[in-house]
Nanobody, 129 residues
Framework: VQLQASGGGSVQVGTSLKLSCAAS????????MGWFRQPPGKEREFIAA????????QYADSVRGRFTISRDNAKNTVYLDMNSLKPEDSAVYYC???????????????????????WGQGTLVTVSS
């Protein structure tokens, strides 16, 4: 699975942004998809994940209620709707795909970036006050 993230940019506090991640390859529909982010000088952290059909989702506490993950399997694309953005949301955002792994969305393993098989190149989000 090859992933291409887009949609990042510089926005003001309290505004919204929608990230997209387009996937190539036939494995997308059989992959759990997720988003992570990496602030400058910090480790990559889990943001959200969704199941193969998008019916089961999982969120980090820091974004629950503000961010929404969704996917369109017909378009081989996963999205991240980000609302009420805060300066601490500033980071490079990465989409990931878990194709070979056997954990379920909702598990602790889904929150570990080492448990994901494929990554996109990242898109930068900067939130300023």
């Amino acid at each position: 699975v090859q992933l291409q993230a887009s949609g990042g940019g510089s926005v003001q506090v309290g505004t919204s942004l929608k990230l997209s991640c387009a996937a190539s390859g036939s494995a997308f529909g059989n992959s759990r998809m997720g988003w992570f982010r990496q602030p400058p000088g910090k480790e990559r952290e889990f943001i959200a994940a969704c199941s193969r059909l998008g019916t089961i989702t999982q969120y980090a506490d820091s974004v629950r209620g503000r961010f929404t993950i969704s996917r369109d399997n017909a378009k081989n694309t996963v999205y991240l709707d980000m609302n009420s953005l805060k300066p601490e949301d500033s980071a490079v955002y990465y989409c990931g795909a878990a194709y070979y792994q056997r954990w379920n969305v909702g598990s602790a393993r889904a929150m570990d970036y080492l448990e994901w098989d494929f990554w996109g190149q990242g898109t930068l989000v900067t939130v300023s006050s």
